[in-house]
């Protein structure tokens, strides 16, 4: 099955990142694809570029960037959520005027309206809030 | 019995008070964006979500943005299917006449058939 996954809840705070990670990291294992993960509301957090937690905790910036890496997994975070939270790449940095930038590739800046399209495009959208 | 004029392509489910949490403005963006990309959009009141519904709200005291103005703006964008869940209503001490715009209420059963007939429902 095409699974899409909707992640609404910060990364440490709530345990929403760390089921969906759980979640497509099981379905993947199942044979099951795992096309795109949408971040809206505080799930943004999760591509915070500079994420930086203690070694003996699961640094899931870098699982969900595996989760592109090894299967293609398409990593969208909605433009209008990231932008008001400090998540901008280097093109928005720049537009606005910011030194440095906090997201980077494979995550992506998008439109609410690929949430939208994934939902109706895959076989299941899957939403992992607080 | 089910009414099936009140199906859609996309069923958006909003769960949170106007204040205090951005979560009712976020689903309501998305809502919006789903309609302005031309899909039949179902909205859905359900637990405290109905007092985004009452009456008379001004703006909030943190600076952000009222939703009255969003949700009277719906209308334009062909959104006007705006179930809310009876129980929660009555749960309040609220009535259809206390809010802003014509909605159908829904009791359980009929709930739990709204959700099976939308192809994709999103919980705010």
């Given at each position: 099955?095409?699974?899409?996954?909707?992640?609404?809840?910060?990364?440490?705070?709530?345990?929403?990142?760390?089921?969906?990670?759980?979640?497509?990291?099981?379905a993947?294992?199942?044979?099951?694809r795992?096309?795109?993960?949408?971040?809206?509301?505080?799930?943004?957090?999760?591509a915070?570029?500079?994420?930086?937690?203690?070694?003996?905790?699961?640094?899931?910036v870098?699982?969900?960037?595996a989760?592109?890496?090894?299967?293609?997994?398409?990593?969208k975070?909605?433009i209008?959520?990231?932008?008001?939270?400090?998540?901008?790449?280097?093109?928005?940095?720049?537009?606005?005027?910011?030194?440095?930038?906090?997201?980077?590739?494979?995550?992506?800046?998008?439109?609410?309206?690929?949430?939208?399209?994934?939902?109706?495009?895959?076989?299941?959208?899957?939403?992992?809030?607080? | 019995?089910?009414?099936?004029?009140?199906?859609?392509?996309?069923?958006?489910?909003?769960?949170?008070?106007?204040?205090?949490t951005?979560?009712?403005?976020?689903?309501?963006?998305?809502?919006?964006?789903a309609?302005?990309?031309?899909?039949?959009?179902?909205?859905?009141?359900?637990?405290?979500?109905?007092?985004?519904?009452?009456?008379?709200?001004?703006?909030?005291?943190?600076?952000?943005?009222?939703?009255?103005?969003?949700l009277?703006?719906?209308?334009?964008?062909?959104?006007?299917?705006?179930?809310?869940d009876?129980?929660?209503?009555?749960?309040?001490?609220?009535?259809?006449?206390?809010?802003?715009?014509?909605?159908?209420?829904?009791?359980?059963?009929?709930?739990?058939?709204?959700?099976?007939?939308?192809?994709?429902?999103?919980?705010?």
């Open positions: 099955m095409r699974y899409a996954l909707l992640v609404q809840g910060g990364p440490y705070s709530r345990q929403a990142a760390h089921s969906a990670l759980r979640f497509g990291e099981a993947i294992a199942r044979g099951h795992l096309e795109t993960v949408f971040f809206y509301h505080d799930g943004v957090y999760n915070a570029r500079l994420a930086a937690p203690p070694q003996d905790e699961p640094h899931l870098d699982r969900f960037r989760l592109h890496d090894n299967h293609g997994t398409q990593l975070v909605c209008a959520a990231g932008l008001r939270r400090g998540l901008l790449d280097e093109r928005e940095a720049a537009r606005h005027g910011k030194q440095g930038h906090s997201l980077e590739a494979p995550f992506e800046l998008t439109g609410l309206g690929q949430l939208i399209d994934a939902g109706l495009s895959h076989d299941r959208l899957i939403t992992f809030s607080p | 019995m089910h009414d099936e004029s009140l199906n859609g392509e996309v069923l958006v489910i909003l769960r949170h008070a106007p204040h205090g951005s979560w009712l403005r976020e689903g309501l963006d998305a809502a919006l964006v309609a302005a990309f031309g899909r039949r959009v179902t909205l859905l009141f359900v637990g405290e979500g109905v007092t985004a519904l009452v009456a008379g709200q001004a703006v909030g005291a943190l600076g952000q943005k009222g939703t009255q103005p969003t009277e703006m719906l209308a334009m964008y062909d959104i006007d299917t705006l179930l809310v009876q129980q929660a209503l009555d749960e309040r001490g609220l009535g259809v006449a206390d809010l802003l715009l014509p909605v159908t209420t829904l009791a359980p059963p009929e709930l739990a058939a709204t959700l099976a007939a939308h192809p994709l429902v999103m919980n705010f």
